[in-house]
C-alpha cells in the first residue's frame, strides 16, 4: 500500500470514528429523550383519562348514595308515621275524616305524592288524596312485604291508568312527548305515559287486629327539585374547570323522565332517548356505564347505572356527567406545552453539543495532518496547538516535542553522513577497499541510530495514546451501561468501536513489545468474570455428576478485573467444591456475577451461593483461619485462608454468609480493571 493511499485510509477511518461518536453522543437527545417523551405522553393520556372516569364513577357513587338515602329516609317517616300513637289511635278507630285529614298533614309535610291506607283486600281506608277508587292493586312486592308485617321501600313503575286512580294531576306529570334522539333504539312510541315512583309501605294494624299498611308514593317523572338536589350535591360550585358543566339525570327505560341536561337555553331535555349503545350495555346487561357518551348534543364523561324495581327487573338509569371538552382543551395544550417545551431545548442544546464535539476533535485533525506530512516527508510539519489540559491536548504536546527530537537526530545524523563521506573522499586509491568497508560499516550504524530513535518515538507515542483509549473504552462502557434498555438499536455500531479500540490497543501492544521487549514479556490481560467462571465449571463437573445438584448462571458483569487467570479459577474452584461438598444430598449452586462499587470504588463482586447445611456463627469466626477445616480428613484447612490472600492481593475482599440449615453465600469483591 502507498503512502498517499495509507493517509487516504486513515483519514477515512478517523472521519469514521468521528461520526460515530457524534452520533452516540446526540442519539439521547435526538432519539431516546423523544421516545422516552412519546412514552411519557401516552403514559399522560392513559393517566389523564383514567383520572376522569375515576371522578365520574365518583359522582355516581355519590349520586347512587343520595337515592338511596331517600329511599331510606322516605321509608323510615312512613314506618314512623305507621308507628305513631295518634296514628294507631285513629286507624283503629271510627273517625275516618280525622285520619284523612292526619294523612293530608303528613303528605305534605313529608313532600310526597299519594299516602293511604289499605287492607288486604285492597280496600282503600283512608288516603291523600282522596282516590276515585273504592279499592287498588296490592299486589305489589312492596305492599305485600308490608301486609305481611315487613316495611319496604323500594323503586316502581306505574302504569298510567294507576296513577289516575289516585290522582289525575300525577298521570298527567308523568306524560312526557317523547323528543327523536340520534343514536337511540328506533321506537314508534310518541311518548312515555309511565310514572317511575319511590313507592314505600309500612305495617299497621286494624281493629281487631286485622293487617293493614301505610302506603307512600313519591313520583320522580319531573320532579325537577329531586334531580337539581342531586346535581348540586354532586357538583357543586369549582368543583369542575371554567367551562364545564354538571349534569344529572334519571331514565324511565331509556327516556330521561328528569334531567338538568338542557335541549336548548330554557328547556330541559325531558322526554329525549339514551344512545343504543348504552342501553344495552345497562338495561341489558346490568353493567355500569363509565366512558365518554354522546349525550343529547354534546360529549359528556358519563356514568350511568341500572336502576331495579322491587321485582328485580332493570326499569330505568341513574345518570351523572359532565361536559368533556374543557378537559380535552386543556389536555391537549398541557401536551403542546411539554412538546414545544422539549422542541426548544433541543433546539438550543444541539448546536452547544456540535461545538463541544468540534472542540474535543480539533487537536485529533491536526494530530493526524500533522504525522501524514511527516510521512510525506515534512520533518519541520507541527501541530502548534496550544497547550491544553486534557488528554488529547497532551498529546498533541507530546507528538510535537517527539518530532522535535526526530528532526534533531535527523540532522546530527545528515552531518555526520556528509563529515564521513568527506573523509572517504580524501582517501587515497590505496584505501578503496577499505573505503567500501566503511561505507558500509556507516550505513549500518546510520540505520542502527534510525531505529532506535524510531523506537524511542514509538515507545513514547504508545504509552501516550494507551490514556486516551482507555478513556474511550471506559467512556463507552458507561453509556453502553446507560443504553443497556435500547442496545439492540446500536450494537453493531458498538460493536465495531471496541473491535477498533481493541486493535489500536493490539498496535500499541505490539509497537511497546517492540521498542521495549524486555519490559512486556509478562504482560497480564484483563478478565471477564462470566469468561473465568465458564472456564472453571468443566474442572469441577467430576464433582457434579455425583450428586444432584443444579447449577444456575446470572452473570450481570459488565466490568473486567486484571488478576492473574489461574489465581483467579484457583479461588472459584476452592468454592464451589466447598459448596459441592456441603450439599451431599443434592441443591442448588448459583453462580453470580454483577457490578459493584465497594467504598466508592468501582468493581465487580461474584457469588457463590449453595443450599447446603450452612455454618453456625462460631463456624463463621474462624473459616479463614489457616488449617481450620470442618472437612476433618478430606482437607487441610488452607483453601479459603490461600484464597483470601490471593483476593486480598488484587486489591479486593472477600465475605460470607451462612445460616444452618439455610446454605452459605461466598461474595468475592474485586476492583475494575483500569
Known amino acids: 500500500m502507498s503512502r498517499a493511499a495509507e493517509t487516504s485510509w486513515f483519514s477515512t477511518q478517523g472521519r469514521s470514528v468521528r461520526f460515530r461518536l457524534l452520533a452516540i453522543a446526540l442519539l439521547p437527545m435526538l432519539v431516546i429523550l423523544p421516545l422516552l417523551l412519546g412514552v411519557a405522553i401516552v403514559r399522560f393520556d392513559d393517566r389523564f383519562n383514567a383520572m376522569l372516569i375515576s371522578k365520574v364513577n365518583g359522582d355516581l357513587t355519590i349520586a347512587h348514595q343520595y337515592l338511596a338515602r331517600n329511599l331510606e329516609y322516605t321509608g323510615e317517616h312512613v314506618e314512623a308515621l305507621g308507628f305513631s300513637a295518634r296514628f294507631r289511635d285513629l286507624v283503629r278507630g271510627e273517625d275516618r275524616a280525622e285520619l284523612q285529614a292526619l294523612l293530608e298533614e303528613r303528605r305534605k309535610e313529608l313532600s310526597l305524592d299519594f299516602l293511604y291506607v289499605t287492607g288486604r283486600d285492597g280496600k282503600i281506608i283512608a288516603s291523600s288524596p282522596s282516590f276515585d277508587s273504592p279499592t287498588i292493586r296490592t299486589a305489589w312486592p312492596v305492599v305485600e312485604s308490608a301486609l305481611n308485617g315487613i316495611p319496604s321501600t323500594a323503586i316502581d313503575i306505574f302504569a298510567n291508568e294507576e296513577l289516575a286512580e289516585i290522582d289525575l294531576g300525577l298521570a298527567w306529570r308523568a306524560t312526557l312527548e317523547l323528543v327523536p334522539t340520534p343514536n337511540a333504539v328506533p321506537t314508534d312510541r310518541r311518548s312515555e305515559t309511565r310514572g317511575m315512583v319511590v313507592h314505600s309501605a309500612s305495617p299497621v294494624t286494624l281493629a281487631g287486629g286485622a293487617p293493614a299498611a301505610l302506603v307512600s308514593g313519591l313520583l320522580l317523572n319531573q320532579n325537577l327539585v329531586f334531580i337539581d338536589t342531586i346535581n348540586d350535591l354532586v357538583y357543586r360550585a369549582a368543583s369542575l374547570p371554567e367551562g364545564s358543566q354538571g349534569t344529572a339525570t334519571l331514565f324511565l327505560d331509556d327516556v330521561r323522565v328528569s334531567t338538568n341536561v338542557r335541549l336548548f337555553e330554557d328547556r330541559r331535555a325531558l322526554g329525549t332517548r339514551v344512545s343504543a ?126 518530532l522535535n527530537q526526530l528532526q534533531e537526530r535527523d540532522r546530527r545524523l545528515r552531518e555526520w553522513n556528509e563529515e564521513l563521506n568527506a573523509r572517504v573522499d580524501e582517501r587515497t586509491r590505496e584505501l578503496q577497499l577499505a573505503n567500501r568497508q566503511l561505507e558500509a560499516t556507516t550505513k549500518q550504524l546510520i540505520l542502527s541510530e534510525k531505529l ?24 463507552l462502557d458507561v453509556i453502553r451501561t446507560m443504553m443497556s434498555d435500547q442496545m439492540d438499536k446500536a450494537r453493531t455500531e458498538f460493536r465495531l468501536l471496541d473491535e477498533q479500540i481493541h486493535r489500536i490497543s493490539q498496535i500499541v501492544t505490539k509497537l511497546l513489545q517492540f521498542a521495549k521487549p524486555e519490559e512486556y514479556a509478562g504482560y497480564v490481560e484483563r478478565h471477564a468474570a462470566d469468561h473465568v467462571i465458564a472456564d472453571c465449571l468443566p474442572l469441577v463437573r467430576h464433582l457434579l455428576s455425583k450428586a444432584e445438584i443444579n447449577i444456575v448462571r446470572e452473570d450481570c458483569a459488565t466490568r473486567l478485573v486484571l488478576m492473574n487467570r489461574t489465581e483467579l ?24 456475577s454483577a457490578d459493584s462499587d465497594l467504598d466508592g470504588k468501582p468493581g465487580l463482586i461474584i457469588e457463590i451461593s449453595d443450599t447446603g447445611v450452612g455454618m453456625s456463627s462460631e463456624t463463621m469466626q474462624k473459616i479463614f483461619d489457616p488449617f481450620f477445616t470442618t472437612k476433618r480428613q478430606q482437607g487441610t484447612g488452607l483453601g479459603l485462608s490461600i484464597s483470601q490472600t490471593l483476593v486480598t492481593r488484587q486489591g479486593g475482599k472477600i465475605f460470607a454468609e451462612s445460616e444452618p440449615g439455610r446454605g452459605t453465600t461466598f461474595s468475592i469483591w474485586l476492583p475494575e480493571a483500569a
Open 569 to 592: 479459577q484457583q479461588v472459584i474452584v476452592n468454592l464451589v467444591v466447598n459448596a459441592i461438598h456441603a450439599m451431599p444430598d443434592g441443591g442448588r449452586l448459583t453462580l453470580r
Open 277 to 402: 349503545a348504552v342501553r344495552s350495555t345497562v338495561l341489558e346487561k346490568g353493567e355500569t356505564w363509565l366512558d365518554s357518551a354522546f349525550v343529547v348534543n354534546d360529549w359528556y364523561i358519563s356514568a350511568y347505572e341500572p336502576i331495579v324495581d322491587s321485582y328485580g327487573k332493570r326499569v330505568g338509569m341513574l345518570y351523572v356527567g359532565f361536559l368533556e371538552a374543557p378537559f380535552t382543551h386543556a389536555r391537549y395544550m398541557t401536551l403542546l406545552t411539554i412538546v414545544v417545551a422539549f422542541l426548544v431545548m433541543t433546539a438550543a442544546s444541539v448546536p452547544i453539543f456540535l461545538r463541544w464535539a468540534r472542540a474535543i476533535f480539533r487537536p485529533l485533525e491536526r494530530m493526524t495532518d500533522t504525522i501524514s506530512q511527516v510521512e510525506s516527508g515534512d520533518l519541520g510539519a507541527r501541530t502548534s496547538l496550544p497547550v491544553a489540559q486534557d488528554e488529547i491536548g497532551r498529546v498533541a504536546g507530546h507528538l510535537d516535542k517527539l
Open 452 to 475: 532506535a530513535a524510531i523506537g524511542e518515538i514509538t515507545a513514547g507515542v504508545a504509552h501516550e495514546i494507551n490514556n486516551p483509549i482507555a478513556v474511550m473504552q471506559g467512556n
